[in-house]
């Protein structure tokens, strides 16, 4: 089960940090993600990271902004996000990829991670 926290209402420019907990002893076993679904438009990458935590990608829109991380020893990972913009507005969901491999752009597509969180609102306001 992945349980995400941290989400809220920020003006433009603010940070959040939003974390995922994970209820399993394995995590380290798990390459881990964030997408988001803004309302009407398709779920999208963000960001991942690799099961060791040595590798992370990132989206283009979000470069330079947002800092994927995870902590094996608390079965937790976080999506720090800086200089937010209204466009970022989304419900942002992690998601965890058994035994995942990292590949050349393969862990930015949803279908390869198999256990997914309800998703927390982040809202950006103008």
């Known amino acids: 089960q992945l349980v995400e926290s941290g989400g809220g209402l920020v003006q433009a420019g603010g940070s959040l940090k939003l974390s995922c907990a994970a209820s399993?002893?394995?995590?380290?076993?798990?390459?881990m993600g964030w997408f988001r679904q803004a309302p009407g438009k398709e779920r999208e990458f963000v960001a991942a990271i690799s099961r060791g935590g040595s590798n992370t990608d990132y989206a283009d829109s979000v470069k330079g902004r947002f800092t994927i991380s995870r902590d094996n020893a608390k079965s937790t990972v976080y999506l720090q996000m800086n200089s937010l913009q209204p466009d970022d507005t989304a419900v942002y969901y992690c998601a965890a990829d058994r035994w995942g491999e990292w590949s050349n752009g393969g862990q930015k597509r949803a279908n390869v991670y198999d256990r997914w969180g309800q998703g927390t609102q982040v809202t950006v306001s103008s």
């Open positions: 399993t002893r394995t995590f380290s076993i798990y390459l």
